[in-house]
């Protein structure tokens, strides 16, 4: 039966931003209780008049799917009516791994295949390209889908402050190293001295500046993880408020 | 845009209420339902992605009101005035075909 839905599993089911959402279930809950309250004063006992007032505006799966279409972000109706969000995601990573592969393999041409160079330069790569990629996910998922739920929030700046930690600490790592081989090269040969520069600063700035950006990217998504965040907030508050049969309970007004 | 016929009545009723004075979302189920006798009626939140589409498309107003617990006003715009206009011109011209074509049907 239609009263046994409530206010809680719509605000689950709805697939929109945090502040659309507060605004159609807050919509959808003052409309409720102010037509239970018309119908009690029409003669309808509370039970009744909360069961007719949510079988009347209460939205149905279908009614869902419906203001869905009409709410969810621009971007993210017009991929899915394409039939391409899922392929956005692995085209966007299938073109960076393409990218970074590319400029690792030129680097490691350039550097006669030093093996530990090479070594540090992979992983330095794979770890920039999982925070791009984690990035995106974060920004797809506000932009293209409509929400980031807080528990998948907090995973994703989890790896993004371990990707900044990792890329950090190789970028680190690999610039010492090279830095080191190349005082080492020193008295040997100005030339590979110089190779050993120009490697330890390609480590420097690719870890340093992947960190950077990892960091600046995230806090581009600030601003919009506050307001979905306070939105998310009072959603709560009026959850907690809300009860399908709150009437039962308390008294109700009556005019 | 096509839209079916029973969409279009559906707006059309909207914007009918509306046009006698604003009112939040439960008015309006409730006075379609009053005015036609119950023979159409909002169930199960139909309401909402009318009164939304019809909001986007300029044809309502929407207007949040209250400070600790905000209510939803509609009120009609000039646009959804002459969407209502034209639709019960389009509407009568419709009708009028479908029930001569009826009673033809009916007399033979």
Same mark, same amino acid.
């Given at each position: ?145 409509? !929400? ?93 408020? !809300? ?13 | ?29 409730? !006075? ?77």
């Amino acid at each position: 039966m239609r009263h046994e839905g409530s206010l809680a599993a719509v605000e689950r089911a709805l697939k929109v931003s945090p502040e659309r959402r507060l605004e159609l279930i807050e919509e959808v809950d003052a409309d409720v209780d102010a037509l239970q309250e018309e119908l009690e004063r029409r003669g309808y006992s509370p039970e009744s008049a909360r069961r007719a007032a949510l079988r009347r505006l209460l939205p149905a799966p279908e009614t869902l799917a419906a203001l869905e279409a009409q709410h969810a972000p621009r971007l993210g109706r017009w991929l899915r009516a394409a039939g391409i969000r899922g392929r956005v995601e692995r085209l966007g990573a299938l073109a960076a791994a393409i990218l970074a592969t590319m400029a690792l393999l030129a680097a490691i041409w350039r550097w006669d295949n030093a093996a530990a160079s090479t070594l540090l330069a992979c992983s330095l790569v794979m770890v920039v390209s999982l925070l791009a990629a984690n990035w995106f996910r974060a920004a797809a998922s506000l932009w293209i889908d409509g !929400s980031l739920p807080p528990e998948r929030r907090r995973l994703l700046w989890a790896r993004q402050v371990g990707l900044i930690v990792a890329a950090i600490s190789l970028g680190g790592l690999g610039a010492t190293w090279e830095g080191y081989t190349a005082l080492a090269a020193l008295d040997a040969s100005a030339s590979a001295a110089w190779n050993g520069v120009q490697r330890s600063v390609f480590f420097a700035t690719l870890g340093f500046g992947a960190a950077l950006l990892g960091l600046l990217g995230w806090l581009a998504l600030i601003p919009r993880l506050i307001t979905d965040e306070t939105a998310e907030g009072r959603i709560t508050a009026l959850l907690v408020r !809300s009860h399908p049969f709150r009437a039962l309970r308390t008294p109700t007004r009556k005019h | 845009m096509q839209i079916t016929l029973s969409k279009r009545i559906n707006e059309l009723l909207v914007l009918a209420v509306l046009e006698q004075g604003p009112a939040h979302g439960y008015q309006v189920a409730m !006075s379609v339902e009053e005015r036609t006798g119950g023979i159409f009626s909002f169930q199960h939140g139909t309401l909402y992605p009318i009164l939304h589409r019809l909001e986007a498309e300029g044809q309502l107003r929407g207007e949040w009101s209250g400070d600790g617990r905000r209510r939803k006003t509609y009120r009609i715009t000039a646009a959804g005035q002459t969407t209502l206009r034209e639709g019960a011109e389009d509407l009568q011209r419709q009708f009028s075909v479908l029930l001569e074509l009826l009673g033809r049907t009916h007399a033979a």
